[in-house]
């Protein structure tokens, strides 16, 4: 139980194009989903936090505009990347957690999408 | 300010050897730990956690990690490294007033035979 899933697991596009990042909790509600970036040989950072129905909270330094989330139901959130240029090419997870799964403040990860923009 | 530390950012262990991955953490009580596990490419699995109660947590993969209140460390071991334990591994903290992790900058694992 508590699998999280992400589409596409990898994607290549241009500059100057967007791209959509979709994170899904399979069998369980996630009242709150969490969007991470890793660079090569770095560890996660925290880009945003979303609660479904609401908007996102962004951290510090992350554009709103740039990457933006969305997350219409309890199983879905999704992150576009804007305008994407070279610097955004990244490792992106998202993880989830719900009320039920797992200890409190658990989180459950997703396998990642690694974009490469061109 | 608030951190987590893991002083060791590779170790290179033999297979069948044990194995001892650092972490320390600065805050003002005590948050939630973990330990998450990397391989190449892929996303994280949660190793073990602690929220409470029996400072020796048992973990799935034979790893198990020891909270230590006075030294402010949440340490990982395994008694008997597997070539598949070669990975990238983080520490991770929520701390008790709020609800996001932090990572730590993570361990590079390499296991040779």
């Known amino acids: 139980g508590a699998v999280v899933s992400q589409h596409p697991s990898w994607v290549i596009c241009k500059s100057g194009t967007s791209v959509k990042i979709e994170c899904r909790s399979l069998d369980f509600q996630a009242t709150t989903m969490f969007w991470y970036r890793q660079f090569p040989k770095q560890s996660l950072m925290l880009m945003a936090t979303s609660n479904e129905g609401s908007k996102a909270t962004y951290e510090q330094g992350v554009e709103k505009d740039k990457f933006l989330i969305n997350h219409a139901s309890l199983t879905l959130s999704t992150l576009t990347v804007t305008s994407a240029h070279p610097e955004d090419s990244s490792f992106y997870i998202c993880s989830a957690k719900g009320e039920g799964r797992g200890g409190r403040d658990e989180q459950f990860f997703g396998p990642g999408t690694r974009l490469t923009v061109l | 300010a608030q951190s987590v530390t893991q002083p060791d950012i590779h170790i290179t262990v033999s297979e069948g050897a044990s194995l001892e991955l650092r972490c320390n953490y600065s805050y003002g009580a005590t948050p939630y730990l973990f330990w998450y596990v990397q391989s190449p490419g892929q996303g994280l699995q949660l190793l073990l956690k602690?929220?409470?109660?029996?400072?020796l947590v048992q973990g799935i993969k034979g790893f198990e990690a020891e909270f230590k209140r006075s030294q402010s460390s949440f340490n990982l071991r395994k008694p008997s490294v597997h070539w598949s334990d070669a990975a990238e591994y983080f520490c991770?903290?929520?701390?008790?007033?709020?609800?996001?992790?932090?990572f730590g900058a993570g361990t590079t694992v390499t296991v040779r035979a």
């Open positions: 991770a903290v929520v701390p008790s007033n709020d609800y996001k992790l932090s």
């Open positions: 602690y929220f409470s109660g029996d400072t």
